[in-house]
């Protein structure tokens, strides 16, 4: 976790065995990021005094079940990754439908079936599949805007999906530069990213 006086980063463990995505490198990325945008000089002009729940907070999390918190911080981003079936042969093992605590898969006519409905894309059942029937299939970050604690707590908007990192940089570094330039005094991010819905 990184914490100042301009930011707050934060990020779920590493080496997870739960991850669906390695937040590592995107992370270093966003430290970067948020250095270099100077969020405390634009905090200092836009608030009187700068207090601790004025200062955004970013969350990190490597799949759904965001240990980091995404869903109720200013921004949150959480790794996906989608099951994709393949021609090769199931074992009928059923490691993939017991490893699903979502019950997207079901054992249908000898075959497993993906009720992608159900599905959170955390990728436990490609990592249980041993046959390969199961592959990962698309990947990236899912964004979380506007979450919040707090007198008025709110969960997070699902806002978009990015394919990578660069795109997820892309999108944060807009809406800090959108923040700076169009926020109301006194207004903090979870507020102005409510307004822009």
Sequence with gaps: MIENAGYKLEHCRKHCVKSSQDWSELYAQLEQLLKDLDIPTHLAKRFNQVQYHYIPKIALAGCP????????RDIGISGYLTPKMTDNICSGCHRCINSCIENALTWENKKVVLDSKLCLNCGDCIRACTTGRIAPGDSGWIFHLGGRLGRHPQLARIAGIENDNEEVINKIK?????????ALPEERLNRYLDRQR
């Design 65 to 72: 079940n965001g240990c980091s918190q995404p869903q109720i």
């Design 174 to 182: 807009n809406i800090f530069e959108d923040y700076f330039e169009n």
